[in-house]
C-alpha cells in the first residue's frame, strides 16, 4: 500500500541539497510553501547560507571603488563629488584626479548630461560613444569640451537626445577649432592696436590669455 502511495506521489528537489524527494516526505518552508527540503536540516542549513549571503552583500554595498585609482574605501569614509562618483580623499582628488584624462571625460559627459540635455540624454549611449570618438579622431577631451561650448553657447543649437554625439563630432570640432583660431587672432591685433596708441588712458584690465587649440 505505501508503494502505491508512493508511485502517485510527485517528486521534488530539495532547495538545499538538491536531492530528489517526495513531496510527502519533504520539509516545507513554513513561510514559502513551494519550498521543499529534504528535512528540517536542509531547511536550517539553507536559512544560514542565504543569511551569510545578505552579510556580505550589505557589507559590499559599504565599499565604493574610488575613481582615481581603483582601490576600494569604505563608503562612508570617501570623499565625493556628486552621487556615486568616490575617491580616497580630498587631496587626491584635487592632486592627481583633477587635470586627468579621467577628468576631462568626466567634464565632457557632465556637460551634455547637466547643461545641454537637462538630464534627459541616453548616458549609457555617451558613455560608449566618447571615447571612441575621442580614439577614433585622435582629439583631446579639453577641445571636444570647447566644441560643445560652441555649439551650445555661441551657435545656440539644440541638443537632440536621439541623434547622440554624430550630431556634434565631427562637424563642429573642426568649426570650433577655427572659431577658436578666429579669436586668437582678434586678440592679438587688439593687442597691438593698444600697444601702438600713441594716447594711453591708465586703467585696470583683466588680461586675457587664450591658448593655442592644440595647447588646450
Given at each position: 500500500?505505501?508503494?502505491?502511495?508512493?508511485?502517485?506521489?510527485?517528486?521534488?528537489?530539495?532547495?538545499?541539497?538538491?536531492?530528489?524527494?517526495?513531496?510527502?516526505?519533504?520539509?516545507?518552508?513554513?513561510?514559502?510553501?513551494?519550498?521543499?527540503?529534504?528535512?528540517?536540516?536542509?531547511?536550517?542549513?539553507?536559512?544560514?547560507?542565504?543569511s551569510a549571503k545578505k552579510m556580505n552583500s550589505n557589507n559590499a554595498d559599504k565599499t565604493v571603488v574610488c575613481r582615481c585609482c581603483g582601490?576600494?574605501?569604505?563608503?562612508?569614509?570617501?570623499?565625493?563629488?556628486?552621487?556615486?562618483?568616490?575617491?580616497?580623499?580630498?587631496?587626491?582628488?584635487?592632486?592627481?584626479?583633477?587635470?586627468?584624462?579621467?577628468?576631462?571625460?568626466?567634464t565632457f559627459l557632465d556637460y551634455i548630461y547637466f547643461d545641454m540635455s537637462n538630464k534627459e540624454c541616453d548616458f549609457p549611449l555617451l558613455?560608449?560613444?566618447?571615447?571612441?570618438?575621442?580614439?577614433?579622431?585622435?582629439?583631446?577631451?579639453?577641445?571636444?569640451?570647447?566644441?560643445?561650448?560652441?555649439?551650445?553657447?555661441?551657435?545656440?543649437?539644440?541638443?537632440?537626445?536621439?541623434?547622440?554625439?554624430?550630431?556634434?563630432?565631427?562637424?563642429?570640432?573642426?568649426?570650433?577649432?577655427?572659431?577658436?583660431?578666429?579669436?586668437?587672432?582678434?586678440?592679438?591685433?587688439?593687442?597691438?592696436?593698444?600697444?601702438?596708441?600713441?594716447?594711453?588712458?591708465?586703467?585696470?584690465?583683466?588680461?586675457?590669455?587664450?591658448?593655442?587649440?592644440?595647447?588646450?
Amino acid at each position: 500500500m505505501k508503494e502505491k502511495n508512493k508511485k502517485s506521489d510527485t517528486k521534488v528537489k530539495c532547495r538545499y541539497c538538491k536531492r530528489s524527494i517526495y513531496k510527502s516526505e519533504s520539509f516545507v518552508d513554513p513561510n514559502k510553501l513551494k519550498m521543499y527540503y529534504c528535512n528540517e536540516t536542509c531547511y536550517n542549513n539553507a536559512i544560514k547560507e542565504l543569511s551569510a549571503k545578505k552579510m556580505n552583500s550589505n557589507n559590499a554595498d559599504k565599499t565604493v571603488v574610488c575613481r582615481c585609482c581603483g582601490k576600494k574605501i569604505r563608503k562612508d569614509k570617501a570623499f565625493t563629488t556628486k552621487q556615486n562618483y568616490y575617491y580616497c580623499s580630498e587631496n587626491e582628488y584635487n592632486n592627481k584626479y583633477v587635470g586627468s584624462e579621467a577628468y576631462f571625460e568626466e567634464t565632457f559627459l557632465d556637460y551634455i548630461y547637466f547643461d545641454m540635455s537637462n538630464k534627459e540624454c541616453d548616458f549609457p549611449l555617451l558613455q560608449r560613444q566618447a571615447p571612441l570618438i575621442h580614439d577614433k579622431f585622435g582629439y583631446k577631451w579639453t577641445g571636444m569640451i570647447m566644441t560643445l561650448k560652441f555649439f551650445h553657447e555661441t551657435l545656440k543649437l539644440d541638443w537632440n537626445n536621439e541623434w547622440g554625439l554624430g550630431q556634434i563630432f565631427p562637424k563642429y570640432y573642426a568649426q570650433a577649432k577655427d572659431f577658436w583660431n578666429q579669436q586668437r587672432k582678434i586678440k592679438d591685433i587688439t593687442d597691438k592696436i593698444e600697444e601702438d596708441e600713441t594716447v594711453f588712458i591708465e586703467r585696470k584690465k583683466k588680461e586675457i590669455n587664450i591658448p593655442k587649440w592644440e595647447d588646450l
